[in-house]
């Protein structure tokens, strides 16, 4: 076996993934990589000449053509026609034959040979993913023109039927165009699934023809503060019915299906802001402009079932989805347990508490459901009670929930959070955007196994696949979305495709390259977080001695970092990063990440190294303080559309740690600080909030030396939040310290009223704000 060979079999050969050559082939980028690879001897070279055919005449092989070519396209700048009786010989053949030896409908086969290429399959969908693989063959860098591929065989079939994203749009809404977007790149990617949260305390989003004011008063909300700070008068929206027609058609055109979810029965508020009477207390709340966990649930009398028949009823026409998912999740019962009208009900029920209620409450969705050939999906919460003997359970809190739903024998799909949450951040760098902490790499969904070790080979059956969830509450816009989501799709998709034993985390970054070519090409707005170069130093170490050793990494330790250290941008020609650098200070470190065949993999970070900037320090890069792990990022507003700036909060305790710093000569301190809306509804988790005196009216920033039970070194009132600007600076003279000290810093402000965050905190040396002399 020759050196390329051995590269080939290092990236695919696994117990899984057999590849075998005999030319000087290279692994094909291929995201995600197929089941079965064999390579043989010649190439097949793709241009403008080279037609598509439809082999079999069949009007949906014509449309997945016809979709091959538009891809190519818009990626290659080549275009192929589409055609069923091809002047030559050579061509790209698209066939549907019942021979196919493959169980699996989404199953396909490949074949690249010197005289063309020929994709054949059982079934139409299978038929797709062989072209969405081809289209991946075809665009194998970021060059544009024809295309030589290398002779091989694929014959390639989805380890799980359940293959999923889902995006939330009632907290922020996408447009139906930015739909289509996320649709293609789901197809692309072979994801089935698309499943769409449309209802929830802000904001009910699907036209129900019966019942007009869920959307006419359900969804729209006023924003916190609205019309001032950049915040809209009211927001909201919502799909109309034949919107809703256009979408679905338009992922069933792609394979897709549509799974909408409507919530119950918590997370109603929306809904019980348009019909009272739907709700427990008979009382009109508004449509919420918080986040978090609300204590609305619906009603359990037949009116409201009336209402959740007749909904469904709406749903089912719009959605052939063979399931509805019902939610079932973060349901507090406190309004059930003070409802005398409830109480009665769940007594007369023989019920023994409000979790079997909930219980009843679902079976008797699932019940309705069932009688009209569809099937309940909903939250693992809905184990706590009767679940329907067929309905299937979606485990986010952890995989506990799958554990438990298989061992019942009910289908699940794991979907846990933090593991599969893309709301959360995928880096704790400064530059990142608004999101969830903890970090949730692009490495740590590619390592996520849906399959728990827990289950043994039969109720493993009963694991249909694993989903990827994007909550928006801290994504307003589709370029959230679009960060968040991408690549960590990319490893999603290997995940629900590809055999287990053939994951390969290095293989997948070496095949990235090509992927973030594409993306680009589709000016999708992808993160390069994974790649992005850290540039690190000792802090104490530099500002005691004017000198440093310069460390550069990134996540994925895997990539070629170039850098400079005189401001220039770093090219793949400048100095290779291999092992930390002895500078001098000051300086401008800038790096960048590139591949082996040189292409950009994350666009240059820089740092200025100096004294003053190592005095200074973002609220971002300070941890919270020991006892509360909670923390977010958010943006100066909660409908705010830009990408930055973002902050840093914990809405149980306000308080963080600068870090340890020679504090000899440091006479004063000066803080960026923030005032953000206390938007957030904790439910019974709100007595975890750490409430402190305060000796001003508005509160105080205390600054303490080391812990947070040290000497207060200086104590920052707050200003009037009625008269005040958001960002606003706050300065004070230190006392004399020796040595080095961390200081923790803690808003005493208010609990009832609004959160404070830290932008950034500076010490000082000399008399002035600003002078470090």
């Known amino acids: 076996m020759n050196l390329a060979r051995l590269v080939v079999c290092l990236s695919f050969c696994s117990a899984a993934v057999m590849v075998h050559a005999a030319t000087s082939a290279v692994s094909p980028p291929l995201i995600p990589l197929p089941a079965r690879i064999s390579y043989v001897d010649g190439a097949f070279d793709v241009d403008a000449k080279t037609p598509i055919v439809v082999a079999d005449r069949d009007a949906a092989t014509r449309k997945t053509a016809d979709y091959l070519a538009g891809i190519v396209a818009r990626t290659r700048g080549l275009h192929l026609r589409v055609e069923e009786h091809p002047a030559s010989p050579k061509a790209i053949v698209l066939q549907r034959d019942p021979q196919v030896a493959m169980a699996n409908r989404e199953g396909?086969?490949?074949?690249?040979?010197?005289?063309?290429?020929?994709?054949?399959?059982?079934?139409?969908a299978g038929l797709f993913y062989g072209a969405m693989t081809l289209a991946q063959l075809l665009t194998p860098d970021d060059k544009h023109g024809p295309v030589h591929v290398v002779a091989m065989h694929i014959n390639d079939q989805p380890r799980f039927v359940w293959r999923g994203l889902m995006l939330d749009s009632a907290r922020h809404m996408q447009s139906i165009a930015e739909i289509e977007t996320l649709l293609d790149q789901m197809a692309q990617h072979k994801l089935n699934t698309f499943h769409w949260h449309l209802t929830d305390d802000q904001g009910w989003r699907i036209e129900i023809k019966r019942y007009p004011e869920l959307t006419r008063t359900g969804a729209w909300r006023t924003p916190v503060d609205a019309g001032r700070d950049g915040q809209?008068?009211?927001?909201?929206?919502?799909?109309?019915?034949?919107?809703?027609?256009?979408l679905v058609a338009y992922a069933a055109a792609r394979y897709i299906t549509v799974v909408p979810e409507i919530d119950m029965p918590g997370h109603a508020q929306a809904a019980v802001a348009s019909y009272p009477f739907l709700g427990v207390t008979g009382k009109r709340p508004p449509v919420s402009e918080d986040w978090g966990v609300h204590p609305y649930l619906y009603n359990v009398d037949d009116a409201t079932f009336t209402f959740m028949d007749n909904v469904l009823d709406e749903v089912m026409a719009l959605f052939p989805s063979h399931y509805i998912h019902v939610g079932g999740d973060e349901a507090?019962?406190?309004?059930?347990?003070?409802?005398?009208?409830?109480?009665?009900?769940?007594?007369?029920?023989?019920?023994?508490?409000?979790?079997?209620?909930?219980?009843?409450f679902i079976s008797r969705l699932g019940?309705?459901?069932?009688?009209?050939?569809?099937?309940?999906?909903?939250?693992?919460?809905?184990l706590g009670g009767a679940v329907p003997a067929d309905a299937a359970v979606m485990s986010w809190r952890g995989t506990q929930g799958a554990i438990d739903a298989a061992r019942q024998g009910h289908d699940v799909v794991l979907s846990p959070s933090p593991d599969l949450y893309f709301d959360q951040l995928q880096s704790d760098r400064a530059d990142e955007i608004a999101g969830r902490i903890p970090v949730r790499s692009l490495a740590s969904v590619y390592a996520f196994e849906p399959v728990p070790k827990a289950l043994n080979a039969s109720q493993a059956t009963h694991v249909l696949g694993a989903q990827a969830n994007v909550w928006t509450e801290h994504m307003p816009t589709i370029a959230h979305v679009e960060h968040a989501m991408f690549p960590r799709l990319d490893a999603l998709s290997e995940v629900d495709w590809s055999p287990a034993a053939a994951r390969d985390w290095h293989g997948f970054l070496a095949r990235l390259p090509a992927q973030f070519a594409r993306y680009r090409e589709q000016q999708i707005g992808y993160a390069d977080s994974a790649f992005a170069p850290d540039i690190t130093v000792d802090r104490t170490i530099a500002l005691t001695t004017d000198a440093a050793q310069l460390t550069l990494t990134n996540?994925?330790?895997?990539?070629?970092?170039?850098?400079?250290?005189?401001?220039?941008?770093?090219?793949?020609?400048?100095?290779?990063?291999?092992?930390?650098?002895?500078?001098?200070l000051p300086l401008t470190v800038r790096a960048a990440a590139f591949s082996s065949s040189g292409m950009l993999l994350a666009s240059p970070r820089q740092r200025l190294?100096?004294?003053?900037?190592?005095?200074?320090?973002?609220?971002?890069?300070?941890p919270n303080c020991p006892g509360s792990d909670f923390r977010l990022r958010v943006q100066p507003m909660p409908d705010a559309v830009s990408l930055a700036p973002v902050y840093s909060i914990n809405v149980f305790d306000s308080c963080q740690f600068y870090p340890s710093t020679p504090m000899d000569g440091m006479t004063r301190i000066h803080v960026d600080a923030v005032r953000l809306p206390r938007n957030y509804q904790l439910a019974h988790d709100a007595k975890l909030v750490v409430s402190r005196p305060h000796s001003t009216p508005f509160g105080e920033l205390v600054v303490h030396l080391d812990g947070c039970d040290g000497d207060v070194l200086v104590t920052l009132p707050l200003p009037d939040p009625s008269r005040s600007v958001r960002r606003f600076p706050l300065d004070a003279a230190l006392p004399m310290s020796h040595g080095s000290h961390a200081l923790c810093l803690i808003y005493s402000a208010p609990i009832e009223g609004d959160l404070y965050a830290l932008d950034r905190v500076t010490l000082l040396t000399g008399k002035a704000t600003g002078d470090t002399r």
């Open 108 to 124: 396909y086969a490949l074949d690249v040979t010197p005289q063309g290429i020929r994709i054949s399959a059982r079934d139409a």
């Open 232 to 246: 809209p008068l009211r927001y909201g929206g919502f799909y109309t019915q034949e919107q809703i027609r256009q």
């Open 332 to 360: 507090v019962k406190d309004q059930w347990k003070a409802s005398p009208a409830v109480q009665a009900k769940m007594h007369a029920l023989g019920l023994k508490d409000e979790d079997a209620l909930q219980g009843w």
């Open 367 to 382: 019940s309705y459901l069932s009688a009209h050939g569809r099937r309940l999906i909903g939250w693992d919460e809905i």
């Open 555 to 584: 996540q994925t330790g895997d990539d070629t970092l170039h850098y400079t250290l005189d401001g220039s941008v770093p090219t793949v020609a400048s100095p290779l990063y291999s092992t930390p650098l002895a500078v001098k």
């Open 609 to 622: 190294l100096d004294r003053t900037s190592l005095l200074s320090v973002s609220g971002n890069a300070m």
